[in-house]
């Protein structure tokens, strides 16, 4: 099955820096590649999926990069601010099996 | 309101009686799934379904069952829960398939004793 690893596990930044979080995956038919982010007690939610017909989708102060050969894709949330500050997971779609694998999650804390 | 409802949100049960979490949503879409959240672990798909009738298993089915008779509901049945099902249970639905965007349901926190 699809094994996705994310990295790093919890992520401290100043506000105002950037923040990088990656994941790698093992199954070469994965093509969708989302990003979720989950507050304190909250449930999670989309914010920046990509297909793999695509190298690179930015929404405002957050990106999303995808290097198939390379099995990896990772999130880049810019001028990051205190409400950045939540747990952030990778998920991956196994190509024809609809299967959903999550990454483990990133804790990100913004410091003001 | 679109939203994918749960019930119940929290449960404390004790070992061997069975427990069904529901899961509905109002947004007509095909596909809904179910997930359980550990510390360390990340999110981990139990079982999910692409329509009506169609079934399948995620990662960690063992100890579960589904059932999708209707397109709104994907109801989780634990039959005889044990205390290594005590967890944080989400639903989620999306549009079509698993390549969509994912709406969950507020989260449903089960104790087993």
């Known amino acids: 099955g699809e094994n996705v690893e994310q990295h790093p596990s919890t992520l401290s930044v100043q506000e105002g820096d950037s923040a990088v979080i990656k994941c790698t995956y093992s199954?070469?038919?994965?093509?969708?590649f989302p990003w979720y982010k989950q507050e304190l007690g909250k449930r999670p939610q989309l914010i920046i999926d990509i297909r793999s017909n695509v190298g690179e989708k930015k929404d405002q102060r957050i990106a999303v990069t995808l290097n198939k050969t390379a099995k990896h894709f990772s999130l880049h949330i810019t001028e990051t601010q205190p409400e950045d500050s939540a747990v952030y997971f990778c998920?991956?779609?196994?190509?024809?099996?609809?299967?959903?694998?999550f990454g483990t999650g990133t804790k990100l804390q913004v410091i003001p | 309101e679109a939203q994918v409802t749960q019930n119940p949100r929290y449960l404390i049960t004790v070992t061997g009686k069975k427990l069904t979490v529901t899961c509905s949503q109002n947004?007509?879409?095909?596909?809904m799934s179910w997930y359980r959240q550990d510390p360390g672990l990340g999110l981990r798909q139990i079982y999910y379904s692409m329509n009506v009738e169609v079934t399948d298993k995620g990662d960690v089915p063992e100890g579960y069952k589904v059932s999708r008779k209707e397109k709104r509901n994907f109801p989780l049945i634990l039959e005889s829960p044990s205390p290594n099902q005590t967890s944080l249970y989400f639903c989620?639905?999306?549009?079509?398939?698993?390549?969509?965007?994912?709406?969950f349901g507020p989260g449903t926190r089960l104790t087993v004793l």
């Open positions: 989620a639905s999306s549009l079509r398939t698993g390549r969509n965007e994912q709406f």
């Open positions: 199954d070469s038919a994965s093509n969708y």
């Open positions: 947004m007509n879409h095909e596909y």
């Open positions: 998920a991956v779609e196994a190509g024809g099996y609809q299967k959903v694998t």
